[in-house]
């Protein structure tokens, strides 16, 4: 079966932006001495929301209408408002490093959702890519050990729970962009999930942004501009031509870079199977992309 492919320009902005979303675990544990999980969840889609409305008449594209613009608020209230309490909640009662491990999980939530509401067909290479990544995250847990036990079981299962609501990113928002604009679309599900946020916890945060240091609010604004409004936009941009379970591999560098930054700015501890695992994690990366590459973009590349 052929299955389409994605432009390699694509691949290596998505894993740019995997190392973007890696390090906000390690940002989540730095910010919580001062900011609950409601805090910054309604600071981070607050400032983005900010942004994206101010350069509104900017932004290419028609706006989603109808029940477009109904489909687009759901989203936003589900991923910008659910999700982000259980993923930063989850963060801050357990390790960045656990986190970071469970991110791996994440591609094969997406792609059942995908192949389950979008039809998309998972190819053998790409279900070997997925179980090769999942055995990566096993031996970065070390679950071969005789005292080993699921770290924060309540932390960890809010993190996954994410991940469900995650997947209505892609699933709903593919459609979504076939028919609007792509930043439109982001605005307005990023503005919809801030004014919940505000409406949840607008009064604690408003107390809590007296406390906030220089270096917090570099945090906040790195969240919003960065890993929101540029990586979530990304993100459209590259399913709107790609399959959603080919692009949730990429997924697969959270893990590898989340724990090693984790270790090297809040000193987490890291051993031997998390490296073997991170190398299993590559290896299903490798399967899983094989394929999947447009050769006419290949060619298309200039020579360094």
Same mark, same amino acid.
């Given at each position: 079966?052929?299955?389409?492919?994605?432009?390699?320009?694509?691949?290596?902005?998505?894993?740019?932006?995997?190392? =973007?979303?890696?390090?906000?675990?390690?940002?989540?544990?730095?910010?919580?001495?001062?900011?609950?999980?409601?805090?910054?969840?309604?600071?981070?889609?607050?400032?983005?929301?900010?942004?994206?409305?101010?350069?509104?008449?900017?932004?290419?594209?028609?706006?989603?209408?109808?029940?477009?613009?109904?489909?687009?608020?759901?989203?936003?209230?589900?991923?910008?408002?659910?999700? !982000?309490?259980?993923?930063?909640?989850?963060?801050?009662?357990?390790?960045?490093?656990?986190?970071?491990? *469970?991110?791996?999980?994440?591609?094969?939530?997406?792609?059942?959702?995908? =192949?389950?509401?979008?039809?998309?067909?998972?190819? !053998?290479?790409? *279900?070997?890519?997925?179980?090769?990544?999942?055995?990566?995250?096993?031996?970065?847990?070390?679950?071969?050990?005789?005292?080993?036990?699921?770290? =924060?079981?309540?932390?960890?299962?809010?993190?996954?729970?994410?991940?469900?609501?995650?997947?209505?990113?892609?699933?709903?928002?593919?459609?979504?962009?076939?028919?609007?604009?792509?930043?439109?679309?982001?605005?307005?599900?990023?503005?919809?999930?801030?004014?919940?946020?505000?409406?949840?916890?607008?009064?604690?945060?408003?107390?809590?942004?007296?406390?906030?240091?220089?270096?917090?609010?570099?945090?906040?604004?790195?969240?919003? *501009?960065?890993?929101?409004?540029?990586?979530?936009?990304?993100?459209?941009?590259?399913?709107?031509?790609?399959?959603?379970?080919?692009?949730?591999?990429?997924?697969?560098?959270?893990?590898?870079?989340?724990?090693?930054?984790?270790?090297?700015? *809040?000193?987490?501890?890291?051993?031997?199977?998390?490296?073997?695992?991170?190398?299993?994690?590559?290896?299903?990366?490798?399967?899983?992309?094989?394929?999947?590459?447009?050769?006419?973009?290949?060619?298309?590349?200039?020579?360094?």
């Amino acid at each position: 079966m052929d299955f389409p492919s994605m432009k390699p320009l694509h691949l290596s902005l998505l894993v740019l932006a995997n190392v =973007a979303w890696a390090a906000s675990f390690s940002m989540f544990k730095v910010l919580s001495p001062r900011l609950d999980a409601g805090n910054v969840v309604a600071l981070r889609y607050g400032l983005a929301a900010v942004f994206l409305l101010l350069f509104w008449r900017w932004l290419p594209g028609t706006a989603p209408r109808g029940g477009d613009l109904g489909r687009a608020m759901a989203m936003g209230v589900i991923v910008f408002t659910l999700s !982000p309490r259980l993923q930063v909640t989850g963060v801050q009662l357990g390790k960045a490093v656990d986190a970071s491990v *469970l991110m791996a999980l994440d591609p094969l939530v997406v792609s059942v959702a995908a =192949a389950v509401f979008l039809r998309e067909p998972v190819g !053998p290479r790409r *279900l070997a890519g997925l179980i090769l990544g999942l055995t990566g995250v096993l031996l970065m847990s070390e679950v071969w050990r005789s005292n080993y036990h699921v770290p =924060a079981l309540a932390a960890n299962t809010l993190i996954l729970l994410s991940f469900v609501c995650d997947a209505t990113y892609s699933v709903m928002g593919k459609p979504l962009v076939s028919r609007a604009g792509l930043f439109k679309v982001l605005a307005v599900a990023v503005a919809s999930g801030a004014v919940v946020d505000f409406l949840l916890d607008g009064p604690s945060t408003i107390r809590a942004v007296v406390t906030l240091s220089p270096r917090d609010w570099l945090l906040l604004v790195y969240l919003a *501009l960065i890993c929101t409004v540029a990586g979530y936009s990304l993100w459209f941009a590259v399913i709107k031509e790609s399959p959603v379970s080919c692009v949730a591999l990429t997924i697969f560098v959270q893990p590898i870079a989340g724990a090693a930054i984790a270790m090297a700015w *809040l000193g987490e501890s890291i051993d031997w199977g998390r490296i073997l695992g991170g190398v299993v994690i590559v290896a299903g990366m490798i399967v899983g992309f094989s394929r999947q590459i447009s050769r006419s973009h290949l060619k298309a590349l200039p020579v360094l």
